[in-house]
């Protein structure tokens, strides 16, 4: 039932056997770059926008460069493999269905990755804190320690110009 689904797509010239072979003609274990599976990946994530098993199919297609964003950036932010996968993951499913084709058709697999990857680890370093006002009591606060400032012992005389030191010039 599910590959008379997929076959129904026509994302290939040719009927598929079984899912596994949709994934090696999408571009599974294939090379880095092939016209051939990146068209065939292109018709799938236009159609994982509305269709749950397109996704899941595209899901598969990049999980392997996933387990390597896993292994690498576990390693580099201290967090482990799991949880680093954990957060691809997670952002893999809506950058998949959201994937913009029309803007971007071509080395769709890769582009994909590092979507996931932007979204998962570098987009919120980059995002800049939103600046808040302090509060009112705040004020009062620093108002009441710059006057605290001047009720201090002056031990190098700074206030009045002057200077404390034993140590007299030659």
Do not use: C
């Not at 996931?116 to 980059?126: G, H, L």
């Not at 009591?137 to 201090?152: G, I, K, Q, V, Y």
Request: charged share 25%.
């Amino acid at each position: 039932r599910v590959l008379r689904a997929v076959n129904s797509w026509g994302v290939a010239p040719t009927t598929f056997d079984s899912l596994d072979d949709l994934l090696v003609a999408a571009g599974f274990r294939g090379k880095n770059v092939d016209p051939s599976a990146d068209a065939v990946l292109g018709r799938l994530v236009e159609r994982a926008a509305t269709d749950e098993l397109a996704a899941r199919i595209v899901l598969q297609r990049v999980i392997p460069p996933m387990l390597s964003i896993g292994r690498r950036r576990g390693r580099t932010r201290s967090i482990g493999y799991n949880d680093a996968l954990g957060m691809a993951l997670s952002h893999a499913w809506e950058v998949i269905r959201t994937y913009p084709m029309a803007r971007r058709p071509r080395k769709v697999a890769v582009n994909i990755v590092r979507d996931i990857e932007y979204f998962a680890f570098v987009r919120s370093e980059r995002r800049r804190p939103q600046h808040s006002s302090l509060p009112h009591d705040s004020e009062l606060l620093l108002n009441n320690r710059t006057a605290d400032m001047f009720t201090f012992d002056d031990p190098y005389g700074s206030l009045h110009g002057g200077s404390t030191s034993d140590i007299e010039p030659d």
